[in-house]
């Protein structure tokens, strides 16, 4: 009886930290979002860009320390109630996505560029891609047809997202100022990645879904 007591509790722990991880990655993109309606306005965006920029600094951290601890519980476990990989890898993504978060709005700043109406549409849908994948994390361990209903949601918001890239691209390169051109470039450039990593997201826990029917 308390190998499998154990065995729950560890299930428990591993959803906790999943989710912990993918509520984070949501947060991160809510203050990346609002750090763009912050750093719109060019002429009051110095000292509170910053400041929002620390705070996802420190989301991101926590999104670090949440990854630790579940590789420790994956280390330390006889046991998971998912595939090894499968809890690495989806750790992986979601940690991926923050730290793209983070990264975007570090080259805003570095390159001292500022959001258009193409980024700022970027990160709005990013924002609702990673609030699918938070669902679909949260639901993966107790109604997977639930957690499938927001992976498809996941995967079609990520379609969204390339097509607004390559549309910001477009319009970028139609432009004169190849400084700024390279500069944005490598801005969207993240936000894209990180769309990627929403996918991959869908996909490992499609395939987890799968393998458990």
Known sequence: MRIWDQMFKKGN??????V?????AYEGMKVLYEFLGIAANVQDSGEKRHNMRLKLKKIEESGDKARRELINTI???LVTPLERQDLFSLSNVLDNILDYALNTADEMIIYEVYPDFYLTKMVEKLMRGVSYVEGAVEDLFRNKQVSTNSIVKAKS?????EETYHEALASLFSGEDFKHMFKMREVLRH???AADRIADAADIMGNI???DM
């Not at 722990?13 to 999943?18: G, H, N, V």
């Not at 912990?20 to 984070?24: G, V």
């Open 75 to 77: 280390n330390s476990s």
């Open 20 to 24: 912990e991880q993918a509520t984070l």
């Open 191 to 193: 936000i894209s990645n």
């Open 13 to 18: 722990e591993f959803r906790t930290l999943l």
């Open 209 to 211: 879904i799968i393998k």
């Open 157 to 161: 918001m990520e379609n969204e997202i």
